[in-house]
């Protein structure tokens, strides 16, 4: 199994990014896709999650990127479009595969190389 995480970048307060997170290796669809993220000094958290059979989503209960997650199942992708974007959004995100539907990091066993979105004030 591997996950390749794209997209990341600067971008100014208030604007919008989406990330990309590519799959591939998997031998059935009934697995799920996180997105986490790791700012500076703080711990791994939980962003939004997607089934890929069927589609259900989970978000974290502050939606603390104001994002949407989505995905793609010709392209194998799974998208995170974020808006609103603030300073305290800038950190390294991940997209990570897992058989549960869950927010904690220690469910998820695949994890790809991540991500830098910075966020300028």
């Known amino acids: 199994v591997q996950l390749q995480a794209s997209g990341g970048g600067l971008v100014q307060a208030g604007g919008s990014l989406t990330l990309s997170c590519r799959a591939s290796?998997?031998?059935?669809?009934?697995?799920?896709i996180g997105w986490f993220r790791r700012a500076p000094g703080k711990e791994r958290e939980f962003v939004a999650a997607i089934r890929w059979n069927g589609g259900r989503t989970l978000y974290a209960d502050s939606n603390n990127v104001r994002s949407t997650i989505s995905r793609d199942n010709a392209r194998k992708t799974v998208w995170l479009q974020m808006n609103g974007l603030k300073p305290e959004d800038t950190a390294v995100y991940y997209c990570?595969?897992?058989?549960?539907?869950?927010?904690?990091?220690?469910?998820?066993?695949?994890w790809g190389q991540g991500t830098q979105v910075t966020v300028s004030g």
């Open positions: 990570a595969a897992g058989n549960y539907m869950r927010r904690s990091q220690y469910d998820y066993e695949n």
């Open positions: 290796g998997f031998t059935s669809a009934d697995y799920t």
